[in-house]
């Protein structure tokens, strides 16, 4: 009698580690499952991008296949349009932060004057 509940017990105990070792079998895989579908979406975003500037390149070259030189003189010229405008907002922005600076200085001189 003595010795079937020992081997009742030890095959509990048995069954149990099992059971344990089997539940972290599969939560190791589920969590290594979702590391792979991760790297997947990145590979397609990243191939997506990928397509979208080729097909960019593909239009870009048909451009110039069907206008020529007229196509990259307007390139070039919307080029330095673009460049020249990007120059005057920058130095507007900061004759612009210059001004801020100044009046903020003079409203911290009123401050301390009133205090």
Request: glycine share 2%; with cysteine.
């Amino acid at each position: 009698m003595g010795s079937i509940k020992n081997i009742s017990i030890m095959l509990a105990v048995f069954l149990s580690l099992c059971a344990v070792v089997v539940k972290v079998s599969n939560i190791d895989a589920r969590y290594a499952k979702a590391a792979e579908v991760a790297m997947i979406a990145e590979r397609l975003d990243n191939k997506i991008i990928q397509d979208r500037m080729d097909n960019i390149q593909e239009r870009l070259w048909r451009m110039e296949d069907v206008w020529g030189e007229r196509f990259s003189v307007q390139t070039n010229r919307i080029h330095d349009t673009l460049e020249e405008l990007i120059h005057f907002m920058h130095e507007e922005a900061r004759d612009m932060f210059r001004r801020l600076q100044k009046d903020y200085a003079a409203l911290e001189k009123e401050l301390e004057d009133d205090d």
